[in-house]
């Protein structure tokens, strides 16, 4: 009996040792290793961490319990789905989960917000193969899905900021800009940069986006032809259609400044997976991103077209890579190799039997060696060779 008891004991202390030493390690690496480390899609986390903050702390404690639903239902449907296959959840559905949080209203229904998230990362990931082989953004196809779906919950549920919930904060109108601007009525500028304004939980902090954006840039996580050729091709199109007098078209600083086009510019367009890759391509897809979303935005009845700019984009990045060469490569420079010893160059059998024949002391340099003699300084020649090469070696 003791040496049973002493048996399990030993194996029993064993397995809690080897937890244990599991769970360090694990904590050492910077987190749970459920998760594949990605430092890339961490940044980005970094970036729109501050944004979040900032809507918790203006639509209060109810955004807060959506988000524990978003990020609980994004998360558990990459798990189910890459453990079935044995690998890991990539860091890229914290990304997913806190983009698509910060795109929905304020006060949407929980179950709506946990249903586009699961649609988000099953159909528009994981059916692909998971991180790295999906064509469409996760966040944004979720996002669209809903919006579709549901579009009386997902154009009418605004919340005007507050104090974490709690009193409404004066000047701010109820509707949002872009409907007001149908209306005729332009809002304040200040509003619409501080985002002291209505509509989804994180596209209205203009500051801390562009905050983001410099840090997204300054670290090489974002490229910054994405952003600026979207918010050119996007300003351009805005500014043509009110000079020539569009219906519904607005100012074009405040067309910027209203809707998520900032937000998508940034964290969306950026996109390193759904988004081409070669540096023309890039330009070209965030031309067709911002001229897209400023075309629906215009002449259609969805007031914001964003979402569908980025998915045509999507669905063009790869043919965009199609169009145009890969880039140059830099071929590395060539370093002549080391001549240990001072070891003297192989000369070749012609200039060797040269040198011998010159040194026999012929009179006629165009004079052809006899047979014996040829053999002979091919012989010697081998020999120099095999004595030089041993050297080298």
Same mark, same amino acid.
Request: with cysteine; charged share 15%.
């Given at each position: 009996?003791?040496?049973?008891?002493?048996?399990?004991?030993?194996?029993?202390?064993?397995?809690?040792?080897?937890?244990?030493?599991?769970?360090?390690?694990?904590?050492?690496?910077?987190?749970?290793?459920?998760?594949?480390?990605?430092?890339?899609?961490?940044?980005?986390?970094?970036?729109?961490?501050?944004?979040?903050?900032?809507?918790?702390?203006?639509?209060?404690?109810?955004?807060?319990?959506?988000?524990?639903?978003?990020?609980?239902?994004?998360?558990?449907?990459?798990?189910?789905?890459?453990?079935?296959?044995?690998?890991?959840?990539?860091?890229?559905?914290?990304?997913?989960?806190?983009? !698509? %949080?910060?795109?929905?209203?304020?006060?949407?229904?929980?179950? &709506? $917000?946990? /249903?586009?998230?699961? @649609?988000? +990362?099953?159909?528009?990931?994981?059916?692909?193969?998971?991180?790295?082989?999906?064509?469409?953004?996760?966040?944004?196809?979720?996002?669209?899905?809903?919006?579709?779906?549901?579009?009386?919950?997902?154009?009418?549920?605004?919340?005007?900021?507050?104090?974490?919930?709690?009193?409404?904060?004066?000047?701010?109108?109820?509707?949002?800009?872009?409907?007001?601007?149908?209306?005729?009525?332009?809002?304040?500028?200040?509003?619409?940069?501080?985002?002291?304004?209505?509509?989804?939980?994180?596209?209205?902090?203009?500051?801390?986006?562009?905050?983001?954006?410099? !840090? %997204?840039?300054?670290?090489?996580?974002?490229?910054?032809?994405? &952003? $600026?050729? /979207?918010?050119?091709? @996007?300003? +351009?199109?805005?500014?043509?259609?009110?000079?020539?007098?569009?219906?519904?078209?607005?100012?074009?600083?405040?067309?910027?400044?209203?809707?998520?086009?900032?937000?998508?510019?940034?964290?969306?367009?950026?996109?390193?997976?759904?988004?081409?890759?070669?540096?023309?391509?890039?330009?070209?897809?965030?031309?067709?991103?911002?001229?897209?979303?400023?075309?629906?935005?215009?002449?259609?009845?969805?007031?914001?077209?964003?979402?569908?700019?980025?998915?045509?984009?999507?669905?063009?990045?790869?043919?965009?890579?199609?169009?145009?060469?890969?880039?140059?490569?830099?071929?590395?420079?060539?370093?002549?190799?080391?001549?240990?010893?001072?070891?003297?160059?192989?000369?070749?059998?012609?200039?060797?039997?040269?040198?011998?024949?010159?040194?026999?002391?012929?009179?006629?340099?165009?004079?052809?060696?006899?047979?014996?003699?040829?053999?002979?300084?091919?012989?010697?020649?081998?020999?120099?060779?095999?004595?030089?090469?041993?050297?080298?070696?």
């Amino acid at each position: 009996m003791l040496l049973i008891f002493g048996s399990f004991s030993g194996n029993y202390s064993k397995e809690i040792k080897e937890k244990y030493n599991y769970l360090s390690a694990s904590l050492k690496n910077g987190g749970i290793m459920l998760f594949q480390k990605q430092l890339m899609m961490r940044k980005v986390v970094y970036s729109l961490f501050p944004i979040y903050l900032a809507a918790v702390f203006f639509y209060g404690i109810y955004f807060f319990i959506v988000s524990i639903a978003v990020f609980a239902a994004g998360i558990m449907t990459e798990y189910l789905f890459m453990k079935y296959y044995g690998k890991k959840i990539s860091e890229a559905v914290l990304v997913t989960c806190m983009i !698509y %949080l910060l795109s929905l209203p304020p006060e949407v229904p929980v179950w &709506i $917000a946990a /249903t586009g998230i699961v @649609f988000g +990362v099953l159909f528009g990931k994981c059916v692909y193969g998971g991180f790295g082989r999906n064509i469409f953004n996760p966040a944004i196809t979720g996002r669209l899905f809903i919006y579709i779906t549901f579009p009386g919950k997902m154009t009418s549920l605004w919340t005007v900021p507050s104090f974490f919930g709690f009193g409404k904060i004066d000047g701010i109108a109820s509707a949002t800009p872009l409907y007001m601007m149908r209306q005729g009525e332009i809002p304040e500028l200040l509003n619409l940069f501080t985002g002291l304004r209505t509509g989804s939980a994180g596209e209205g902090f203009t500051v801390l986006i562009i905050l983001a954006a410099v !840090y %997204l840039i300054y670290t090489k996580t974002a490229n910054w032809k994405a &952003i $600026a050729s /979207t918010l050119a091709s @996007f300003l +351009v199109f805005s500014t043509l259609f009110f000079l020539i007098g569009a219906e519904n078209s607005f100012p074009p600083i405040h067309a910027v400044l209203s809707g998520s086009i900032l937000f998508v510019a940034v964290f969306m367009v950026t996109d390193p997976v759904s988004a081409p890759k070669k540096p023309q391509a890039i330009l070209v897809y965030g031309l067709m991103v911002g001229g897209i979303a400023a075309l629906v935005r215009t002449f259609s009845l969805f007031p914001e077209g964003t979402s569908f700019g980025i998915l045509i984009g999507n669905t063009f990045a790869s043919l965009f890579d199609e169009w145009f060469p890969k880039p140059a490569l830099k071929k590395p420079p060539v370093k002549k190799a080391d001549n240990p010893g001072n070891v003297k160059p192989v000369e070749s059998s012609g200039a060797a039997a040269d040198k011998s024949a010159g040194n026999g002391g012929a009179k006629n340099s165009d004079a052809q060696a006899s047979p014996g003699e040829a053999s002979g300084q091919a012989s010697e020649t081998g020999d120099k060779h095999s004595l030089k090469g041993g050297v080298n070696e």
